[in-house]
């Protein structure tokens, strides 16, 4: 039981990360509530590398989906643990660059805390 919600959660995550990706394509400037002050959401080269980040982020979307189809509850469980470095990531960047609390925590260290839970318990289950 434990599984198959930890499953529909990992699914959710795959589906906001690569509506996160998609986003940044269309809308530069929601760049913003990542949580880095004075973004330059003008700039052309900014505009470069959020595109980078966006063909990461669908990227890893798409991964979760993968492991969803073609791998096993355990394999997705330590894909999701290893994932889980990257909104601890992005958390220590926003705090080093003087963000929003909210950004660190309520957003970045939110989503660690919940693709943490969710690699446990698919991971034990």
Not at 39 to 68: M, Q, Y
Not at 95 to 113: E, F, I, M
Request: proline share 4%; with cysteine.
């Amino acid at each position: 039981m434990l599984t198959n919600v930890a499953t529909v959660l990992a699914g959710l995550i795959g589906v906001g990360i690569i509506f996160i990706g998609a986003r940044a394509f269309r809308a530069p400037q929601a760049a913003v509530g990542f949580g880095i002050p004075d973004t330059p959401t003008e700039d052309r080269s900014f505009h470069a590398w959020l595109t980078v980040k966006a063909v990461r982020d669908i990227a890893c979307g798409l991964f979760i989906f993968v492991l969803l189809v073609g791998g096993s509850a355990h394999l997705l469980g330590w894909f999701m643990l290893v994932a889980t470095g990257i909104p601890v990531g992005d958390a220590l960047i926003v705090l080093r660059s003087n963000g929003p609390k909210t950004a660190v925590y309520g957003v970045h260290g939110a989503t660690a805390a919940v693709m943490l839970a969710i690699s446990v318990l698919l991971l034990i289950g």
